[in-house]
Nanobody, 114 residues
Framework: VQLVESGGGLVQAGESLRLSCAAS????????MAWYRQAPGKQRELVAT???????NYADSVKGRFTISRDSPKNTMYLQMNNLKPEDTAVYYC?????????WGQGTQVTVSS
């Protein structure tokens, strides 16, 4: 499975962005998909997960501000990010777990200025 993220950019604090993760294959059979992020000098951290049944989980730092979703017919996962903060600045990666393997995208940069 190949994953391609898009939608990153430079925004001011309080603004919104929507990230997309397009998969090369059908995501109907991918049970678990997720967004991660990695800030400079920090470890990659889990942001949000979504199952095939659309059950979601979020890191405490983004609860109430970010929304993960998936559009299976379009083979695409999304991350709607509202009320962005400077501490959200990072490279955002999508991940898909399938048949015991973890597939990653190349990442998209999100920069939030204060």
């Amino acid at each position: 499975v190949q994953l391609v993220e898009s939608g990153g950019g430079l925004v001011q604090a309080g603004e919104s962005l929507r990230l997309s993760c397009a998969a090369s294959e059908s995501i109907f059979i991918i049970n678990l998909m997720a967004w991660y992020r990695q800030a400079p000098g920090k470890q990659r951290e889990l942001v949000a997960t979504i199952t095939g049944g659309s059950s979601t989980n979020y890191a405490d730092s983004v609860k109430g501000r970010f929304t993960i979703s998936r559009d299976s017919p379009k083979n695409t996962m999304y991350l709607q990010m509202n009320n962005l903060k400077p501490e959200d600045t990072a490279v955002y990666y999508c991940r898909a777990d399938q048949r015991g393997f973890a597939y990653w995208g190349q990442g998209t940069q999100v920069t939030v200025s204060s």
